[in-house]
Each structure stands twice: as structure tokens, then as C-alpha cells.
């Protein structure tokens, strides 16, 4: 083949590419997902570490609860007292979640079950005192939350995880 053949040629096989790949639609291979890593098992947190996450996700909701219960004892108006309940609510979703999050020692994990579905209950009760339209509806829902303060719980999660028992308020 002479230069301008093989000129020719390639200009040919040029157009011919050139054509091919603007011509209508063009089609993208599908490409497979990319892998993703095999997740591993949460591994549960050792008791040290257990003790430090456990003090730190209760904190907020026990000071909240101390907080309305402040309110009450210095005679605050009910609608203050419904907005500390609200805190409350709050406090226990977060907290409920923190500890829900948690893979706990063997030990902790069927006291700290019960623990959380005492925070189920409560949270109900504490829900109603925030949305109470009076002072008798917000003292009622109240009394019913306080009977599911999940103290036993506690004291059993707290147990379980060498931590002192808690003290009487």
C-alpha cells in the first residue's frame, strides 16, 4: 500500500469512528455497583467503655427531670411546668436513641432492654404532659411518667456495668 493509500485509509476509518460515535443515541454501559465493604458486626463496647457511654447518654434526660421537678417544688405556673416536659420529651428521645445506638457488654444488654422499653412508656406519659391544655391534665401525665422512671432499670444497667448505685434524691 502506497503513503496515500494508507492516507486514505485512515481518513476513511477516521469519518467511519467519527460517524459511529456522534451519530443518534448513545448508549453507556451499566456498570456494575461498586462493592461495598462486607459490614462488620459491631463488636460491644468494653465495660470501661460501656460506663463512660452510658453516664454521658443519661445525663441530659436525668437533668431534665430534675429540672421540672425543681419547677414543681418552687410553685412555677403549669404552662412553665408543661414547657420543662417538653424538655423532658426531648431529652428522653435523645437519650433513648443514644443508648439504642450502643452494642452493650453481655451483661448489660437484657437490664438495658428493659431500661429502654421503660423510656417507651415514660415517653408516652411525658409526651402527654407536654401537650397538657391544664394544670390537672399536666399533674396527671406527670404522676404516670414519674411511675416509669426507669430507677430498677438503672440500677440494674448501672450493676451490670460496675457503676455505683444511684443515689437517693
Request: hydrophobic share 50%.
Amino acid at each position: 500500500m502506497g503513503g496515500s493509500a494508507r492516507w486514505r485509509l485512515a481518513s476513511v476509518l477516521v469519518v467511519v469512528l467519527l460517524l459511529g460515535g456522534c451519530g443518534g443515541e448513545t448508549k453507556q454501559a451499566a456498570l456494575p455497583p461498586p462493592a461495598s465493604p462486607t459490614p462488620s458486626p459491631v463488636v460491644p463496647l468494653t465495660v470501661k467503655e460501656a460506663k463512660g457511654r452510658y453516664l454521658a447518654a443519661v445525663a441530659a434526660y436525668d437533668i431534665a427531670r430534675d429540672e421540672l421537678a425543681e419547677a414543681e417544688k418552687a410553685g412555677r405556673p403549669w404552662r412553665t411546668l408543661r414547657e420543662r416536659a417538653g424538655a423532658v420529651v426531648d431529652a428522653n428521645l435523645a437519650c433513648a436513641g443514644e443508648l439504642r445506638a450502643v452494642r452493650w457488654p453481655a451483661a448489660a444488654q437484657a437490664p438495658m432492654a428493659a431500661l429502654l422499653a421503660e423510656h417507651e412508656v415514660a415517653l408516652r406519659q411525658w409526651r402527654l404532659a407536654a401537650g397538657a391544655a391544664d394544670a390537672a391534665e399536666l399533674r396527671r401525665a406527670t404522676r404516670a411518667a414519674a411511675a416509669h422512671d426507669g430507677v430498677r432499670q438503672a440500677t440494674r444497667v448501672r450493676a451490670a456495668l460496675g457503676l455505683p448505685p444511684l443515689r437517693a434524691t
